[in-house]
């Protein structure tokens, strides 16, 4: 279904420009001493790679943060050593901890939470079909949750991904019919399936009324 992306995840123009700061965390919640070399070492590679993932530009980014955009320039090319308040506030503009942004293990929240509302997760949205992504934009993953509405008569079709590539649903309501290599079978609500994802699939409404899938994509 929704093709692999590694290193960047674009967004729709429309999504895109709805930015929005993060809810701010508890302090408590957050470390109380961050290394200033972790944070020299690691956090420009690492605002780079986020705004990748999310087609953030610079001024977006500003926009979310609070932060000015010359600021965050010269910390993407590590000419500048931010303070604790100003990557706070970076990392609250991702909706992460501030030991998940600088890289620091021992710092790092065991709970990541990905709000209903974040447009920084709405993979596609149409009248046709709604993708949701439900696993984390910034890691490195073999593995990848997403949540898929189909409107009536709605269709989700996908190219082969890897050599391998498996594919997993669950239909939460509604009917939906699902094809890969040239077989097909119809679901409905409480059924799941696994079908082959490294040949042409499709996942299809085949009810009246709006169908809600859960999709894992399990890749070599």
Not at 16 to 31: D, E, G, K
Not at 88 to 111: E, H, K, N
Request: proline share 5%.
């Amino acid at each position: 279904m929704p093709v692999r992306i590694k290193k960047a995840r674009s967004v729709p123009a429309e999504e895109s420009a709805a930015v929005r700061q993060a809810p701010a965390r508890p302090a408590a919640a957050l470390p109380v001493t961050v290394p200033p070399e972790a944070v020299g070492k690691h956090l420009g590679v690492r605002l780079r790679q986020l705004r990748a993932e999310r087609a953030w530009s610079l001024e977006a980014m500003s926009g979310a943060s609070g932060v000015s955009r010359s600021m965050l320039s010269e910390i993407e090319r590590e000419q500048a050593n931010p303070t604790l308040a100003v990557t706070l506030r970076i990392a609250q503009a991702f909706g992460m901890s501030l030991g998940d942004l600088i890289g620091s293990p021992d710092a790092a929240a065991t709970v990541t939470v990905i709000r209903k509302n974040d447009r920084a997760f709405h993979y596609r949205s149409d009248g046709n079909c709604r993708i949701r992504t439900l696993s984390p934009l910034h890691l490195e993953k073999d593995v990848e949750f997403y949540e898929v509405a189909l409107g009536k008569g709605g269709a989700l079709r996908s190219a082969a991904h890897f050599a391998g590539t498996r594919e997993f649903i669950t239909v939460v309501k509604g009917g939906l019919q699902v094809e890969s290599a040239g077989e097909c079978d119809v679901l409905h609500a409480g059924d799941s399936a696994t079908y082959r994802a490294d040949v042409p699939h499709a996942l299809t409404n085949s009810g009246r009324t709006e169908t809600l899938v859960f999709l894992v994509v399990i890749y070599p």
